[in-house]
């Protein structure tokens, strides 16, 4: 009886013993892991932002066929003769939205209510998308510029599954250029002009002989006053003649002028017109009733109107598509070289 109910166990006890195997192994078998794989890759690898701009590359990394989502850091950032620097990687105040600006702001208070101060490094990668953002720090000549080599730094890719390298990427920044369009060669720093030219002029006769005003003889200055220190920051609008006679702004009498930019408290000062603002401008990349279509400049129109031969009525003026990034005080004034447009009616 006894070896019969030893040979009658036996499989039930091979049975059991495969079970709790089965289990004890189950048990020990790794959590699934993250793929990462080696098909990453940055679109691009040379970044060539401008200085004193926010400057965002998105859309330039490829995750492939890893698991989402990877983390994403810079490393061994260095100039390109492989020293450190510090002047990337140490933090500096910048501004940063945190909550959207949408151009119906009704006060500088409501904008500045909507940006917060935050210190940054100069150039950083958002960790999980892989864009690489460059801060507007303000002026910093520490920052190396092209024609240097610039700065080469790597990126860390990972995830659960384990960690891989981009490297070799190259960060060459341009030179600051406060304000566009543009004096200023982007590599040299040269300016082979003093000023710039009107974007688009309509219907201005001159007033000296009835010929219309050459759009290249109205140029075009941006000027910061740097011995200002009065806080804030403001935006001036200003004409001349070719003798530089100042010319009322209220001869363009069809600018409805508390439209014309996102300023506030604008007022007439010595035949100028004076706003306050928050700069850069635009202040993001949003179309609205003061930009530009595709909300990357500021854009003025100063238009005035005036009986013409025939006793029709005629619109003219001139116009501006700009951006300002370094904040301050600065005016921009339109001189009229050769000759200002007529503003009065025919007899």
């Known amino acids: 009886m006894h070896s019969f109910l030893s040979r009658s166990f036996k499989p039930l006890l091979i049975a059991l013993s495969c079970v709790s195997l089965f289990s004890v192994s189950c048990n020990m078998l790794p959590d699934d892991l993250d793929a ?4 990453t890759r940055f679109n691009t690898r040379i970044y060539s932002p401008t200085l004193g701009r926010n400057t965002l590359f998105d859309q330039n990394f490829n995750a492939g066929n890893s698991s989402k989502p990877l983390a994403l850091s810079i490393v061994n950032i260095r100039r390109s003769n492989g020293d450190p620097a510090p002047e990337l990687t140490n933090t500096y105040p910048v501004k940063v939205w945190k909550k959207q600006y949408t151009g119906e702001e009704k006060t500088l208070a409501e904008i500045e209510e909507k940006r917060a101060i935050e210190y940054r490094p100069a150039f950083e990668i958002q960790k999980h998308s892989g864009n690489f953002n460059m801060w507007n720090i303000g002026p910093n000549e520490s ?11 790597d990126v860390e890719v990972s995830n659960s599954g384990g960690r891989r390298y981009e490297r070799g990427l190259k960060l060459k920044p341009q030179k600051a250029r406060p304000y566009e369009p543009s004096i200023y060669h982007p590599v040299s720093g040269v300016a082979p002009n003093s000023f710039v030219f009107p974007n688009r002029m309509i219907l201005m006769y001159s007033d000296r002989d009835m010929s ?4 290249s003889s109205v140029h075009i200055f941006f000027t910061k006053d740097v011995d200002n220190k009065a806080p804030g920051s403001t935006l001036t609008f200003s004409f001349v003649d070719s003798v530089n006679n100042y ?3 209220m001869k363009f009498n069809q600018v409805k002028w508390e439209e014309l930019i996102h300023g506030f408290n604008h007022r007439f000062v010595g035949k100028k017109v004076v706003y306050d603002v928050a700069y850069p401008m ?6 609205t009733k003061y930009t530009t279509a595709d909300g990357l400049k500021a854009s003025v129109f100063f238009s005035f109107d005036r009986i013409g031969y025939a006793g029709l009525r005629d619109i003219g003026g001139v116009g501006l598509d700009f951006a300002i990034f370094e904040e301050g005080h600065w005016e921009i004034q339109f001189r009229f070289t050769e000759a200002l447009p007529k503003f009065e009616n025919e007899q």
């Not at 920052?143 to 730094?153: L, V």
């Not at 219309?212 to 759009?215: E, K, L, Q, T």
């Open 36 to 39: 990462l794989g080696d098909d």
């Open 143 to 153: 920052i190396k510029t092209e024609p240097d080599s610039g700065y080469i730094f």
């Open 212 to 215: 219309f005003v050459n759009p």
């Open 282 to 287: 635009p202040l993001v990349a949003l179309p």
């Open 247 to 249: 010319v009322d702004p």
